[in-house]
């Protein structure tokens, strides 16, 4: 059973740090592209990052290119989205998903985390 799990989410004031973690399991991670995506309140879910299976390609959308770096460890299984500069803009539930081919679409990924939950204060 193929299990993503989101971890790091929180309170946090305008202009600090997050540091958000999805463990995956039960795929061949390594096998796997990783994106992160967001739904904040009263909007529909959004892309935000995204990772090739190599780390190879990356993708970021413009609203955090500069403030949010995604990376991954296959040997962990792990994918991460660092947060910076956070604005009250970026306050949202943040999910992890997974799919063969690394996309900035929503569609096509095939597996999906619960959500971490994103509060920033102003």
């Known amino acids: 059973q193929v299990r993503l799990v989101e971890s790091g989410g929180g309170l946090v004031q305008a202009g600090g740090s997050l540091r958000l973690s999805c463990a995956v399991s039960g795929l061949t991670f390594r096998a796997y592209a990783m994106g992160w995506f967001r739904r904040a309140p009263g909007k529909q879910r959004e892309f935000v990052a995204a990772?090739?299976?190599?780390?190879?390609?990356?993708y970021y959308a413009e609203a955090v290119k500069g403030r949010f770096t995604i990376s991954r460890d296959n040997a962990e299984n792990t994918v991460a989205l660092q947060m910076n500069s956070l604005k009250p803009e970026d306050e949202a539930i943040y999910y992890c998903?997974?799919?063969?081919?690394?996309?900035?679409?929503?569609?096509?990924?095939?597996?999906w985390g619960q959500g971490t939950q994103v509060t920033v204060s102003s």
């Open positions: 998903a997974a799919r063969l081919s690394v996309s900035t679409a929503e569609s096509g990924y095939d597996y």
């Open positions: 990772i090739s299976r190599s780390a190879g390609s990356i």
